[in-house]
């Protein structure tokens, strides 16, 4: 008996699709689509900062790793980055505070307590752009309604330039007023999740309100408190709305976050290939972030 | 037993049509992939139907037939036939102007051409565009003159040195200094001027007036002949405690109209160029140069203009001033009109030009922006098309079939008065009439008119690619001088060494052989 006999003689006769090629077939239309909306992008992308583009967005020539290379030498990238984690670790701690505080608050039982709840959550529904325009009148040093609420108060004799004075940090808690409801939203589900008998039973035990937070709250609200972490972490890093609204980097490059200078480097000085090595790099430092929050989720997990 | 067992559960096997997970995903699928397959027959199907050009229309006597007809008549008057619409991209500024004048073209001419404002970013959309081909078709757009430099040299900007009528719009402009603006270095035009102003010194008479520096009508007495003159008119005014800073400068942060194109107002009424038209090389290496760094940091650490304004984009700018806590600023001549608005501003009616720019030489600085053609591959067009799209471009930029200033009237007469390269509309009563209206008076309307027609273009402007990259650094580098973390000659230095380094990274000249 030949091969090829043997092989025609044992071979099943094949219909339809194995289950492996089915599952294929199925999930094929998610990973063209993705392929088209991500993995293509991001590989025009990559190719691109691999090229020395002109200012009228023409590859110059190959330029290798030499973006990256000027974007770590660049004391503008520098400045921006310090800039980016400031302008983030302020969302982050605001938004965190914030959030407990309020979701503690809105947890207690009070007339309204409905309304309050979705009132508090209406912030978030707002899009950046808005809440740019929004604390673009309440920052403002001419017609500010902080101004104007300072004045009010008598605490200062004449409208501040609010945003020269506080640069990033008055950015940053516009920035955390938008995303604080998203953490209330997260935090308020945790704290309906803890058993009352717990809070009984340290009260019994003779807890103080601390302990009782400390002991019993936090650990039911860690994954959430993570959660919110990554997601502000990550959103804050890639947010350019709001400075790009209120002061497109200014005063003096005090708000360049990392974001708007790969924004000015791709649309303004037409450096597709700097602009493109720069958004890697923030995919990195994004990547990065995420990964450590998870690795300390995975830990305490265990 | 079995058999009967086996039989039994035969039966209800028959009985019941058990369907699996699997069974219903691949029904699910098929019916997925037909309904996909109807769709894109219907699409194809509808876009053969709507890409043929529209039949011509059956002899009625309706109203709107007899339009038709007119119409019809009008494009085919001129060889050229209807077809699928010609598409104008504009950024967000009075886009109902920009609306009625396309509807007058489209009535006059029998055309379907379409305005599409560009949301958000406008260069970031075009860029885009012009790098994927996504998105709706774009023919003509607006382009500030140093985007069309690099956008000409990327191949996406047709030049119009063929059009019709060229030479004679060319010859009808007031200021021949624009077509400068026009003009890249390997003799091509790009464009025509849609909108020309300039930057010049405003003033808030009534608080000049407080501190006994304007007479009883709000008019400055005695105008500052150079920018130490102004500096020491600010002194003065702080010194009075009329204002705690005399000036807001329009030091913002805006690629286009920010802190450098302020700079390059103090440079120009000095005189100074920046750079050589021919070689594109820096000539900033001069006192003159170091003086204007010197008074823009003087300013600040003198407390005599307002270092809040860094913060500011362009809107807050002007609301600040209209809040009539500054006696000076600089913003686009039709900025005026804001300030002379009783709904915008409490001091309505004081504002005012300086009779004449402070400087050596008190020129100018040309402002505008162009409208230019599309040409890239995502936007071939047939001669037929090409040709809907000049008239359009001319309609808009210069005169109507009939030899009317149609578009360019709209945008000077009404507010808030776009300035115009043609010296017919300032001398145009129905102008006058306009301006006159909105609390211009006299005296304004002779400056404006002088500045419009006597601007000076920086010679930068032409065929550098780089030029924005030079704009943006002047955004990084004055704010820190003004603030006195660099010294003015420390600026100078850097400023250019940062030119020669752009022109030798990117090209001067050679480029374009």
């Known amino acids: 008996m030949t091969q090829t006999a043997r092989n025609s003689g044992s071979a099943k006769p094949k219909r339809g699709l194995t289950d492996s090629q089915f599952a294929l077939f199925l999930i094929a239309p998610l990973v063209i689509f993705q392929a088209a909306l991500t993995v293509y992008p991001s590989a025009v992308a990559l190719w691109m900062s691999l090229q020395k583009f002109n200012p009228s967005g023409q590859v110059m ?6 973006n990256y290379i000027d974007a770590f030498s660049d004391p503008g990238v520098q400045a921006s980055t310090v800039i980016s984690i400031e302008y983030t670790a302020t969302i982050v701690a605001v938004t965190v505070l914030l959030g407990l505080g309020v979701s503690l608050l809105l947890n207690e039982q009070f007339r309204g307590r409905s309304i309050v709840r979705v009132l508090v959550i209406l912030p978030w ?4 752009y808005a809440t740019a325009l929004l604390y673009g009148n309440v920052y403002s040093q001419t017609y500010g309604t902080l101004n104007g609420l300072l004045m009010a108060l008598g605490l200062i004799k004449e409208y501040l330039p609010i945003i020269s004075i506080g640069t990033i940090w008055v950015l940053a808690l516009a920035y955390a007023w938008h995303y604080a409801p998203l953490a209330i939203f997260f935090f308020l ?15 019994v035990d003779g807890a103080s309100a601390f302990r009782r937070f400390k002991t019993v709250t936090l650990p039911y609200m860690r994954y959430a408190l993570l959660i919110i972490l990554v997601l502000a972490t990550t959103d804050a890093l890639k947010s350019l709305d709001l400075v790009w609204n209120l002061t497109q980097g200014g005063p003096s490059g005090m708000t360049r976050v990392l974001t708007y200078y790969v924004y000015r480097a791709t649309f303004v000085l037409g450096n597709l290939g700097y602009g493109a090595a720069l958004s890697f790099i923030l995919l990195v430092l994004i990547i990065a972030v995420t990964a450590i929050c998870f690795i300390v989720l995975t830990r305490r997990r265990r | 037993m079995s058999t009967q067992k086996k039989e039994s559960e035969k039966k209800t096997k028959n009985t019941n049509v058990n369907v699996t997970r699997r069974q219903a995903l691949s029904k699910m699928g098929a019916a997925a992939v037909g309904a996909a397959a109807i769709v894109v027959v219907g699409g194809v199907a509808y876009y053969l139907s709507t890409s043929q050009a529209p039949p011509s229309p059956p002899p009625t006597t309706t109203a709107a037939a007899t339009t038709q007809a007119a119409t019809t008549q009008a494009a085919t008057q001129t060889g050229l036939t209807a077809g699928p619409p010609v598409y104008f991209n504009i950024w967000a500024y009075h886009p109902e102007i920009v609306a009625a004048n396309m509807q007058i073209f489209n009535q006059e001419y029998g055309e379907n051409c379409e305005v599409l404002q560009v949301p958000g970013d406008y260069y970031a959309s075009l860029l885009t565009k012009f790098m994927t081909g996504a998105g709706s078709r774009m023919d003509m757009m607006y382009l500030h003159s140093d985007y069309m430099t690099r956008y000409y040299k990327a191949g996406w900007i047709q030049p119009v040195n063929d059009e019709e009528h060229c030479n004679e719009i060319r010859n009808d402009y007031g200021n021949k200094n624009l077509l400068e603006v026009l003009m890249m270095p390997d003799g091509n035009q790009c464009g025509w001027v849609y909108f020309n ?12 007036q407080k501190a006994g520096l304007a007479d009883d009508t709000g008019h400055i007495k005695s105008s500052p002949k150079t920018w130490d003159d102004f500096v020491q ?5 702080v010194k009075s405690k009329v204002v705690k800073y005399a000036y807001l400068p329009k030091w913002i942060q805006c690629g286009t109209c920010g802190i450098n194109e302020i700079f390059d107002e103090y440079c120009i009424s000095e005189g100074e160029l920046q750079f050589d038209p021919k070689t594109q090389e820096p000539t900033l290496e001069n006192d003159r140069v170091l003086h204007i760094l010197e008074n823009m940091r003087t300013l600040v650490a003198e407390n005599l203009a307002d270092p809040g304004v860094l913060a500011l984009n362009e809107q807050d700018h002007i609301t600040t001033f209209c809040a009539g806590k500054h006696a000076f600023t600089e913003v686009h001549d039709y900025d005026l009109v804001a300030f002379n608005d009783p709904a915008q501003s409490p001091d309505a009616g004081w504002y005012h030009w300086l009779p004449a720019q402070p400087g050596s030489k008190g020129w100018y600085p040309y402002m505008g922006a162009l409208y230019c053609i599309s040409s890239h591959e995502y936007m071939k067009r047939s001669n037929n098309e090409a040709k809907r799209l000049e008239r359009l471009h001319q309609f808009y930029a210069w005169k109507d079939k009939n030899g009317n200033y149609v578009a360019g009237k709209q945008w000077i007469q009404s507010p808030p008065f776009l300035g115009q390269p043609y010296t017919q509309y300032y001398d145009d009563p129905a102008t006058k009439e306009a ?6 008076d006299e005296g304004d309307m002779a400056v404006r008119r002088n500045a419009h027609l006597t601007a000076v273009v920086p010679p930068g402007y032409h065929g550098m690619v780089w030029y924005s990259n030079w704009h943006e650094y002047l955004m990084d580098i004055l704010p820190k001088m003004v603030l006195g973390e660099v010294t003015p000659r420390d600026a100078l230095t850097s400023l250019i060494d940062t030119a020669n380094s752009l022109r030798k990274e990117y090209g001067g000249p050679e480029i374009w052989k």
Request: charged share 20%; glycine share 10%.
């Open chain 1, 125 to 128: 529904a707002i899009p950046e």
């Open chain 2, 435 to 440: 301006w006159l209206k909105q609390t211009y």
């Open chain 2, 233 to 237: 008119m600010c002194r003065d005014l």
């Open chain 1, 61 to 66: 020539r190959f330029y290798g790793l030499g």
């Open chain 2, 197 to 208: 102003g300039t930057v010049p010194i405003q003033y808030n008479g009534k608080v000049l």
């Open chain 1, 189 to 203: 589900g945790s704290l309906q999740s803890v058993p009352e008998d717990l809070y009984r039973q340290a009260r």
